[in-house]
């Protein structure tokens, strides 16, 4: 008799799972749209990253950019001052980095609604909701 009730219980939890992630995998064109939003987002938080760093590395005196690419290649610093200097760039980064994937999760939470509809909205974006996503992307596209 447990073991019925047991097994008709766990049958209720799978269906009622299954069917809130059925739920959850239906993306709409306003996901899509907001995706497309919260990417343009990102990437312009990406580019303005990598603008910092070269502003640093162009205003740094006896550091070049084929150094500084040397460096964050893995090669070692060959004094202090370059090791502080990357030591500042890499604190910048982690900052910087760390602002982006805060303000990701805040946006996949607040404007898709949770991890599980981004996760389903991104796999449509980059599959069969592509050239959709592609089409909102470009309307939205930030262009210098």
């Not at 946006?107 to 449509?124: D, R």
């Amino acid at each position: 008799m447990k073991q019925k009730i047991l097994a008709t219980c766990i049958a209720a939890c799978a269906v009622l799972m299954l069917s809130s992630s059925a739920k959850a995998q239906e993306v709409t064109d306003e996901h899509l749209w907001k995706y497309a939003l919260m990417t343009e987002v990102i990437d312009q938080m990406k580019a303005d990253l990598s603008k910092s760093v070269n502003d640093l590395i162009k205003k740094q005196e006896g550091m070049t950019g084929q150094r500084y690419k040397e460096l964050a290649g893995g090669a070692a610093p060959d004094n202090d001052f370059e090791q502080k200097f990357m030591d500042n760039v890499n604190k910048l980064k982690k900052s910087r980095t760390d602002a982006i994937k805060s303000v990701n999760s805040d946006l996949a939470t607040k404007m898709l609604g949770g991890a599980t509809v981004y996760k389903a909205v991104k796999a449509a974006a980059e599959g069969d909701m592509k050239d959709k996503f592609d089409q909102y992307k470009s309307q939205i596209a930030y262009a210098e």
